[in-house]
């Protein structure tokens, strides 16, 4: 554990130590603005939610995590870091786990910053906040399995603007997959059990409903799941093809 | 028991056969030169000893535990500097090295003086507050030289130390490197025939991934018939491909 953390303040550090940190909060904050009060019309439908808020998370999420977890490790393969750092006396699992810890938190950093939308839904009127904790809480979750599925596409190629791509795919995916687009492609030949369990992958059906205040234990196993799984390909990937 | 024990050590990459065979020990008190020309798997050999690429064939011990079982307590004996010094170019020195100290569990007082002293023997007082990115190529080398003895490791690893440095830098850690050699085993590779005569008490000369030299540097000195090294160098890297 001690190790996690020395990875994960690294990471933070480099982060911050660069204008790629700044960057990011200011779009993401000027970005979510934008869909708010306008394409959600946040004022026009005159309810005390935030709903237009988080409806439009898994699209800004879908192109903006990428853009945090390209570089954790096809930065180190680049650059030749990743031969310091597995020759270091630490295992591969606690450098996935520290580097992914550390866009996490650097995710939840850039969501907390939303703070004053919360302020003023709560100036306002009078929002119900346990709906609006649920959605923070739902939305962090999102953000992990975005940036679970980011880590091992970055740990496949030296390339940050091919792991960009391929992991904005990837997530595009998971986020539709509960939808005709990905389904009419299964249908017809795939069996109903199949379609069903693609279908119950998606990022949006599972956002949606804690998104309403339900934080259902079904929800918190998925993305659970989803993260464990992610991490340990990661784990694999980068066992497999730190030094090719 | 000699400090490392390399038996046997075989690593192919797809097609290509880099490393065939190796077997050599070094003692405590033994500075090794690695020499060859580019490409005949030195530093292949270094990487397989310190941990960071699993060998295809036979073993490696360090202080009689092997790499590959033991990986976590191997690497916390060594100290490796890898080819081209990579170290994290968005971080200052102090950042740096006081990460490499938490990651060798250096802690409280005794990492202060660690990297007090280590900041001292490489003479990096005057940039430990510049990030490494900034720095010219002997200083990066210096840096990576101090990330290696940080933990005042019993096993020191080090793929060409003096390439880049001024040679009034490469006097330095030349003396660095005989002042350490006395309880330590060092192996280091180099490109310079001087060195091996300036600090090793042993030589090694691989080609093709071959064996061809093992013996002290007056000896390696004695297959030439005009006493020189480097033509002694010539006559045995030479010979092997004429074979081959």
């Given at each position: 554990?001690?190790?996690?953390?020395?990875?994960?303040?690294?990471?933070?550090?480099?982060?911050?130590?660069?204008?790629?940190?700044?960057?990011?909060?200011?779009?993401?904050?000027f970005?979510?603005?934008?869909?708010?009060?306008?394409?959600?019309?946040?004022?026009?439908?005159?309810?005390?939610?935030?709903?237009?808020?988080?409806?439009?998370?898994?699209?800004?999420?879908?192109?903006?995590?990428?853009?945090?977890?390209?570089?954790?490790?096809?930065?180190?393969?680049?650059?030749?870091?990743?031969e310091?750092?597995?020759?270091?006396?630490?295992?591969?699992?606690?450098?996935v786990?520290?580097?992914?810890?550390?866009?996490?938190?650097?995710?939840?950093?850039?969501?907390?910053?939303?703070?004053?939308?919360?302020?003023?839904?709560?100036?306002?009127?009078?929002?119900?906040?346990?709906v609006?904790?649920?959605?923070?809480?739902?939305?962090?979750?999102?953000?992990?399995?975005?940036?679970?599925?980011?880590?091992?596409?970055?740990?496949?190629?030296k390339?940050?603007?091919?792991?960009?791509?391929?992991?904005?795919?990837?997530?595009?995916?998971f986020?539709?997959?509960?939808?005709?687009?990905?389904?009419?492609?299964?249908?017809g030949?795939?069996?109903?059990?199949?379609?069903?369990?693609?279908?119950?992958?998606?990022?949006?059906?599972?956002?949606?409903?804690?998104?309403?205040?339900?934080?259902?234990?079904?929800?918190?196993?998925?993305?659970?799941?989803?993260?464990?799984?992610?991490?340990?390909?990661?784990?694999i990937?980068?066992?497999?093809?730190?030094?090719? | 028991?000699?400090a490392?024990?390399?038996?046997?050590?075989?690593?192919?990459?797809?097609?290509?056969?880099?490393?065939?065979?190796?077997?050599?020990?070094?003692?405590?008190?033994?500075?090794?030169?690695?020499?060859?020309?580019?490409?005949?798997?030195?530093?292949?050999?270094?990487?397989?000893?310190?941990?960071?690429?699993?060998?295809?064939?036979?073993?490696?011990?360090?202080?009689?535990?092997?790499?590959?079982?033991?990986?976590?307590?191997?690497?916390?004996?060594?100290?490796?500097?890898?080819?081209?010094?990579?170290?994290?170019?968005?971080?200052?020195?102090?950042?740096?090295?006081?990460?490499?100290?938490?990651?060798?569990?250096?802690?409280?007082?005794?990492?202060?003086?660690?990297?007090?002293?280590?900041?001292?023997?490489?003479?990096?007082?005057?940039?430990?507050?510049?990030?490494?990115?900034?720095?010219?190529?002997?200083?990066?080398?210096?840096?990576?030289?101090?990330?290696?003895?940080?933990?005042?490791?019993?096993?020191?690893?080090?793929?060409?130390?003096?390439?880049?440095l001024?040679?009034?830098?490469?006097?330095?850690?030349?003396?660095?490197?005989?002042?350490?050699?006395?309880?330590?085993?060092?192996?280091?590779?180099?490109?310079?025939l001087?060195?091996?005569?300036?600090?090793?008490?042993?030589?090694?000369?691989?080609?093709?991934g071959?064996?061809?030299?093992d013996?002290?540097?007056?000896?390696?000195?004695?297959?030439?018939?005009?006493?020189?090294?480097?033509?002694?160098?010539?006559?045995?890297?030479?010979?092997?491909?004429?074979?081959?």
């Amino acid at each position: 554990m001690k190790n996690v953390r020395a990875i994960l303040k690294r990471e933070l550090y480099g982060y911050f130590s660069t204008p790629v940190a700044y960057v990011f909060i200011v779009i993401f904050l000027f970005l979510t603005g934008i869909f708010t009060f306008y394409l959600g019309a946040f004022y026009e439908r005159g309810q005390a939610d935030l709903e237009p808020f988080f409806r439009f998370h898994p699209w800004l999420y879908l192109f903006l995590i990428p853009a945090i977890s390209m570089r954790l490790w096809s930065e180190e393969r680049k650059s030749g870091t990743i031969e310091l750092l597995m020759t270091l006396p630490i295992s591969v699992e606690e450098a996935v786990l520290g580097k992914f810890l550390a866009a996490w938190a650097f995710a939840g950093i850039a969501l907390a910053l939303t703070f004053p939308v919360w302020i003023t839904v709560n100036y306002l009127g009078s929002p119900d906040n346990t709906v609006i904790v649920a959605g923070y809480i739902g939305s962090l979750l999102m953000a992990g399995g975005f940036l679970a599925i980011g880590s091992c596409i970055s740990a496949l190629t030296k390339s940050q603007v091919i792991a960009f791509v391929i992991s904005v795919v990837i997530c595009f995916l998971f986020i539709l997959s509960g939808f005709p687009l990905v389904l009419d492609f299964f249908q017809g030949w795939a069996p109903q059990a199949l379609i069903d369990a693609v279908g119950s992958v998606s990022f949006l059906t599972h956002f949606e409903s804690i998104q309403k205040g339900v934080i259902d234990a079904r929800d918190l196993v998925y993305y659970a799941v989803l993260i464990a799984f992610w991490l340990y390909a990661t784990v694999i990937v980068v066992d497999a093809r730190k030094a090719s | 028991m000699p400090a490392i024990d390399v038996r046997a050590l075989d690593r192919r990459f797809g097609p290509i056969h880099a490393v065939r065979g190796i077997s050599f020990a070094v003692r405590h008190g033994e500075v090794l030169g690695f020499l060859g020309p580019n490409g005949a798997g030195k530093s292949t050999t270094m990487k397989m000893i310190a941990g960071f690429l699993e060998p295809s064939a036979g073993t490696v011990m360090v202080n009689g535990r092997d790499v590959q079982e033991e990986p976590l307590k191997v690497k916390a004996s060594i100290g490796y500097l890898p080819e081209g010094a990579p170290c994290y170019g968005e971080m200052t020195v102090a950042r740096f090295l006081d990460f490499i100290a938490e990651i060798r569990g250096i802690d409280g007082a005794a990492r202060r003086e660690r990297i007090d002293r280590v900041v001292r023997q490489i003479h990096l007082e005057g940039v430990l507050h510049q990030t490494i990115e900034t720095l010219s190529k002997g200083f990066k080398r210096r840096v990576g030289v101090a990330q290696a003895i940080l933990h005042d490791p019993d096993v020191l690893i080090m793929d060409e130390p003096t390439d880049g440095l001024d040679p009034n830098q490469k006097h330095e850690v030349r003396s660095l490197i005989h002042e350490m050699a006395r309880e330590k085993a060092i192996v280091i590779s180099t490109h310079i025939l001087e060195e091996v005569d300036a600090v090793c008490t042993r030589a090694i000369i691989i080609a093709a991934g071959r064996l061809l030299f093992d013996g002290t540097p007056a000896e390696l000195r004695s297959k030439s018939p005009a006493g020189d090294i480097d033509e002694a160098f010539r006559l045995l890297t030479t010979e092997s491909r004429g074979q081959s």
